[in-house]
């Protein structure tokens, strides 16, 4: 019990005085490594010195040695794995789905902010301030490394193509300016207003399903529908753009949950993937929960970081990173983080047509096509069916795999190794200008970290991230090091180059690496 006497600490003086980040402090209260501590009559976290003792031998017990990490090297065209301590956190972004910010929008094969962190530390130089550093996202996705920039007081600034993405940045990147009270008050009379309307079988929502947006099997159930026409029908009624987005992206966030479908991680009918279907959900709480958990993230924001983020300069685009030039000076930044597009041919675009529709974000056919081809690596789809395409740059261990892949399953044409091996070309023809694109924004010696996995296309096995390496140091970059930061699963790939002779096959893991250049 606390004396009335006794003195406390707000979370950042705690942080301070324990002798870690403020950030740090309040992730291990969040995953639960340390207890919670009281709070005061507005809610405001408060530790006492014993607390702050306890916490302290806490950080001592956590100063366990690193574990092992493996590094990886090519010797004689095969990988050589390297054992090395680790300095980094697990990557999968499974990790952020507890953490403020992080939360709000579930996104694939996005990174963890513990990696991002992570990041900071070991290739940022602690002797320059905060304030004059920037980093960069080039594929911003919904804004693990640009949050988590701003949250250490960084300068930020992304490209992101994905308009719904692209909305998600902006929100996460605009939240830090606003109060969390108003949030809080527009979800009060959100609730009202739909409470007062949904019972009403006299009341027709204004709000019409978007046109254009086509699925299979109806999106929504009849009542799920209606549900949903009614928070759409309130929507215009938030005056404040920044809180519209904030209600706009808590809906995009959830609305598939309540839907037909669901992401395995491909968007496809739930019923499909063994699930039942949606008859009827609380779509209100659902997303009044969402816009709680924002708001109070927001909250506890003001309380952290309020004065260091709150002058820190962020920018995020709506655009393809090949432009990146027209938009940030040369050799301005400091540190990229990202992580690009997989080798997967996941169609980031298709899978959020829901949200990109039905928020009204990018409608237009033509639109989304331009953004098909301006997308990184384009997709199988987009290239499949053209003449073969060949590499920009010359790299002969590329081209003979290509040349495998080619071979295979010629009888299935363009959906057999050819049309493969021109999605492959145009991938890594994209990754050579993109790192010829952003090595004119780093500042000299600065590092950039592409965290990429290997793929597997008709069964021959692709190093990405080695052949990545390799073409950024034909861009002009220089490869520091491969990282591999976690394996995944163990699929079959093809060996022998006389596929038609005799397929030998053997188990291949699939990985996820760091590959670390400077310039
Ligand atoms: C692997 S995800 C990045 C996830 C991100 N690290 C996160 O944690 O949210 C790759 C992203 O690149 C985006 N993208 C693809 N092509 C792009 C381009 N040419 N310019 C900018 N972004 C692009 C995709 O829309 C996708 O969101």
């Not at 209260?29 to 003792?53: H, M, P, Y």
């Not at 500042?443 to 390799?470: H, M, R, Y």
């Amino acid at each position: 019990m606390q004396s009335v006497s006794e003195q406390t600490f707000f979370l950042t003086t705690a942080a301070n005085l324990i002798g870690v980040a403020p950030i740090t402090l309040k992730r291990w209260l969040l995953e639960g490594k340390i207890n919670d501590v009281q709070r005061d009559r507005r809610g405001w976290r408060v530790f006492t010195q014993s607390d702050i003792n306890k916490i302290k031998a806490h950080t001592e017990c956590a100063k366990q040695p690193a574990p092992k990490q493996l590094s990886l090297y090519t010797k004689h065209g095969e990988a050589v794995y390297e054992e090395k301590a680790s300095s980094f956190r697990d990557s999968a972004f499974n990790g952020n789905k507890k953490l403020p910010f992080h939360r709000w929008v579930p996104w694939i094969a996005g990174f963890s902010s513990n990696f991002v962190e992570d990041c900071f530390n070991n290739y940022l130089d602690r002797s320059v301030p905060h304030s004059e550093i920037t980093i960069l996202d080039p594929f911003a996705g919904v804004g693990t490394t640009l949050t988590e920039g701003i949250m250490h007081g960084y300068n930020v600034v992304g490209f992101e193509i994905n308009p719904y993405a692209y909305l998600s940045c902006k929100v996460k990147l605009s939240a830090v300016h606003l109060s969390s009270t108003i949030i809080e008050d527009e979800c009060a009379k959100f609730l009202s207003y739909y409470n007062k309307r949904v019972d009403d079988q006299s009341y027709t929502p204004r709000s019409k399903p978007p046109e254009k947006f086509g699925t299979r099997a109806p999106f929504y159930s009849p009542d799920v529908a209606r549900k949903v026409l009614i928070v759409m029908d309130y929507l215009p009624n938030i005056n404040n753009l920044e809180v519209r987005d904030i209600f706009r992206l808590a809906f995009g966030s959830v609305m598939v949950s309540f839907s037909n479908y669901s992401y395995e991680p491909s968007l496809g009918r739930r019923v499909s993937s063994g699930k039942e279907e949606i008859l009827d959900a609380p779509v209100e709480s659902i997303l009044a929960a969402k816009i709680t958990n924002m708001s109070s993230d927001m909250y506890e924001f003001e309380e952290l970081h309020a004065d260091s983020a709150r002058s820190v300069k962020s920018h995020i685009f709506n655009e393809s990173i090949f432009n990146a030039t027209q938009f940030c000076e040369p050799e301005s930044i400091d540190l990229i983080v990202t992580s690009p597009p997989y080798l997967n041919n996941y169609h980031y675009l298709r899978n959020t047509r829901p949200q990109l529709y039905w928020l009204d974000i990018a409608t237009d056919p033509k639109r989304l096509r331009e953004i098909e081809h301006e997308s990184f690596g384009k997709f199988w789809q987009t290239v499949r069916d053209q003449d073969q395409i060949p590499l920009d740059f010359r790299h002969e261990g590329l081209e003979s795999r290509l040349d495998l892949l080619r071979d295979i399953n010629q009888n299935k044409k363009t959906y057999g190794g050819a049309g493969w091996a021109n999605y492959a070309a145009t991938y890594f023809n994209d990754t050579y200008r993109f790192c010829k694109s952003v090595s004119k924004l780093m500042k000299p010696d600065s590092k950039a970290v592409v965290v990429i996995g290997n793929s597997i296309l008709q069964g021959v096995e692709i190093n990405t991230d080695q052949i990545f390496a390799d073409i950024g140091e034909i861009a002009g970059l220089k490869k520091r090091d491969i990282i591999l930061l976690r394996t995944k699963r163990t699929g079959s790939s093809i060996i022998d180059s006389s596929v038609r002779a005799a397929k030998t096959t053997k188990k291949t893991t699939l990985y996820e690496t760091a590959v670390v250049f400077s310039k």
